[in-house]
């Protein structure tokens, strides 16, 4: 499948329901003059509301960038972005990024707190979203006190508090072992399925994309563009390990090298 | 399913983290170096005095220096005296705080005032204060404000160094995850920049003192106000009295204040590490 018989298909199908992320001939430019750096070129995508998508692409395509502008911590050069709604989407890293000089309650209440959430409630939610997480029993530990692992679902918690319909994940799970990564692949989804949320994750994990999917992209590096979308179709519950999510990825990672190999030439 | 290995997983993870050993045996691991270390001295101090390199009246033994400290103790001068040196310390080293956390707070945060103070700053801390004591005296006359002057100039740099340092080391990471949770403009400052400079603070807070308590006890050799007991100024009065015994013993005074306060200090850092989980 080509980029261009995608996007025949997918406008039609995305018309039919309600988007939760429209981006528009996005383009961001570092730089000026020769030494400039086009991170992203003309990048179209829509997401549909309580989709969940998998950008892929091989370093340097603008992954994390495409991340940054669509939460609004940095402005595009060209086109545009529009969050349905107005919502602020809610960002998680590849490292956790909690507060070292607040506990594990005090960080999920932060974004409570800067909308001023008053105390009692604050305890309440911010207890049910660490039962959420499976880390009940540990409010009052510090960051550091935990493993890689439960410190991304404290983070998980903390961007859930932003009560926000969209997530955005920068490969939130890179930096754990496997067993971990697999455990939260299924936390990811129940709590996707549960909110209702619409989630547009970046991993340079092909198997990872195709697990988690609805769709996975593939954005081209130097400048990032939009250049193959898929629909995965296995049923859920999916395990990473089974012949149907190794076949979607095998189909996505030959595509990658493709690309990858056009800037060998 | 995936919570029961979700708990069973965090069980292992976390096994063995837990550190501990009570409180007094660590109060001793702490000390008995110390002790060690000042037992040394004090062998080596009475070695020399046995030796005879120099006559007892300008080398006492340090029994004799004890002897004369705990009879200091008995009057209302010694204490006094460190009355006033502690009050100017505190006093300079508060009003130097303010200044420094001010001016390193606005310094970090405009960018014009970076280019223009930034190396001014650093240029101030190279600055040995007593050198400051010339202007200050022809500024001030020998008054309680000559002191103070100097005081604080020698100890806002490093605390405005420790802001600036603080603030410029924020990881950016957290400031990109506190603007996504909304926090904007003061917000960010009071909830991320703040908090996450502190452990600089802290440090430039305590270098800061070092400063002040060195210039300050230079100025009191200089700037002698008649009828005002102060650690320095009684330094000074003993040596023209050649009483070697009464400069040391001032010494080992002005020794122990400043360990206490390094003490006092050192405390706070490490409280704040290891609540950050830097150490």
């Keep these: ?265 | 399913m995936a919570a029961d290995t979700l708990s069973g997983l965090d069980a292992l993870d976390l096994a063995g983290r837990e550190s501990g050993g009570s409180t007094l045996s660590r109060v001793w691991a702490a000390t008995w170096p110390k002790v060690l270390a000042l037992a040394f001295v004090l062998g080596i101090w009475q070695v020399v005095y046995w030796s005879g390199w120099r006559e007892p009246w300008v080398l006492p033994e340090p029994r004799e220096v004890f002897a004369d400290l705990a009879r200091a103790t008995a009057t209302a001068d010694f204490w006094h005296a460190i009355a006033t040196t502690l009050r100017r310390g505190l006093v300079g080293f508060a009003l130097a705080a303010g200044i420094g956390l001010v001016l390193g707070a606005a310094v970090a945060r405009v960018a014009p005032l970076r280019a223009a103070l930034g190396s001014a700053i650093t240029a101030l801390q190279t600055m040995p204060s007593i050198a400051w004591f010339p202007l200050a005296i022809l500024l001030f006359q020998i008054s309680e404000n000559a002191i103070l002057f100097v005081v604080v100039l020698g100890a806002a740099p490093s605390i405005a160094n420790g802001v600036i340092s603080g603030v410029d080391y924020v990881p950016p990471l957290l400031l990109r995850a506190g603007r996504n949770f909304g926090a904007r403009g003061l917000a960010l400052y009071r909830y991320v920049v703040a908090p996450a400079s502190l452990p600089a603070i802290v440090s430039g807070l305590k270098q800061g003192w070092a400063f002040a308590w060195r210039s300050l006890l230079a100025g009191e050799l200089l700037v002698i106000i008649a009828h005002r007991p102060a650690l320095g100024v009684r330094l000074q009065g003993l040596r023209e009295q050649n009483d070697a015994v009464g400069v040391i013993s001032t010494m080992i005074v002005i020794f122990v204040i400043g360990v206490l306060a390094d003490t006092v200090f050192s405390y706070a850092d490490r409280r704040l590490r290891r609540a950050w989980g830097l150490a």
């Design chain 1, 1 to 265: 499948m080509t980029a261009e018989d995608v996007a025949s298909v997918l406008p039609e199908r995305a018309a039919a329901e309600r988007l939760a992320l429209t981006l528009a001939g996005v383009s961001k430019v570092f730089g000026r003059g020769p030494a400039a750096v086009h991170a992203l070129d003309k990048v179209s995508l829509t997401v549909a509301a309580g989709e969940f998508v998998c950008l892929v692409g091989a370093s340097g395509c603008g992954k994390s960038t495409l991340l940054s502008l669509v939460a609004g911590l940095d402005q595009p050069t060209g086109g545009t972005i529009d969050v349905a709604g107005g919502a602020r989407p809610g960002l998680m890293f590849q490292e956790p990024a909690l507060f070292p000089w607040l506990t594990v309650a005090g960080n999920v209440g932060l974004p409570l707190r800067l909308r001023k959430v008053p105390r009692a409630e604050r305890a309440v939610r911010v207890s049910a979203l660490l039962r959420t997480v499976h880390l009940a029993e540990f409010g009052k530990r510090r960051p550091h006190q935990l493993s890689g692992g439960m410190r991304q679902r404290v983070a998980m918690a903390r961007t859930l508090a932003l009560d926000t319909p969209v997530l955005l994940m920068d490969e939130p799970f890179g930096a754990l072992d496997a067993m971990t990564r697999d455990i939260l692949h299924d936390e990811i989804e129940r709590i996707w399925q549960e909110r209702a949320l619409t989630v547009l994750f970046v991993t340079h994990n092909v198997r990872e994309a195709a697990r988690l999917g609805d769709r996975i992209v593939l954005l081209s590096s130097r400048p990032g563009r939009v250049v193959a979308d898929w629909r995965v179709e296995v049923p859920r519950p999916r395990r990473i390990d089974s012949p149907e999510i190794a076949a979607v990825a095998a189909e996505v990672t030959d595509r990658l090298r493709e690309e990858v190999r056009r800037h060998g030439r």
